[in-house]
Nanobody
Framework: QVQLVESGGGSVQAGGSLRLSCVAS????????MTWFRQAPGKEREEVAF???????NYADSVKGRFTISKDNRKNILYLQMDSLKPEDTAMYYC??????????????WGQGTQVTVSS
């Protein structure tokens, strides 16, 4: 059974940092692409950062240069290092994966989310 569990969210002041983690069970991270999404109240869900099975990554323009996605294939953990946080980064953050190789970008598996709140 596939399960994704996020952690690491919290409240931080603008300019601060947080590192989100997403622990997977039931499959191996190294085989599949993974993505961090976020959704703020009243807004549409937004793709934040993507990492493919080969380790290549890309980012939303709004977080480029501030966020870094990475994965520890040995531990089966996906990370999102968030630096220089801004109040507009406040949202619920989710990790997700299609569990398809090559990546088909249809996200079938989701974590429960972790809340990030950035105060000015």
């Amino acid at each position: 059974q596939v399960q994704l569990v996020e952690s690491g969210g919290g409240s931080v002041q603008a300019g601060g940092s947080l590192r989100l983690s997403c622990v997977a069970s039931g499959y191996t991270y190294s085989d599949y692409c993974m993505t961090w999404f976020r959704q703020a109240p009243g807004k549409e869900r937004e793709e934040v950062a993507f990492i493919d099975s080969d380790g290549s990554s890309n980012y939303a323009d709004s977080v480029k240069g501030r966020f870094t996605i990475s994965k520890d294939n040995r531990k089966n953990i996906l990370y999102l290092q968030m630096d220089s946080l801004k109040p507009e980064d406040t949202a619920m953050y989710y990790c997700a994966s299609p569990l398809r190789d090559p990546c088909d970008y249809v996200y079938r598996y989701w974590g429960q989310g972790t809340q990030v709140t950035v105060s000015s």
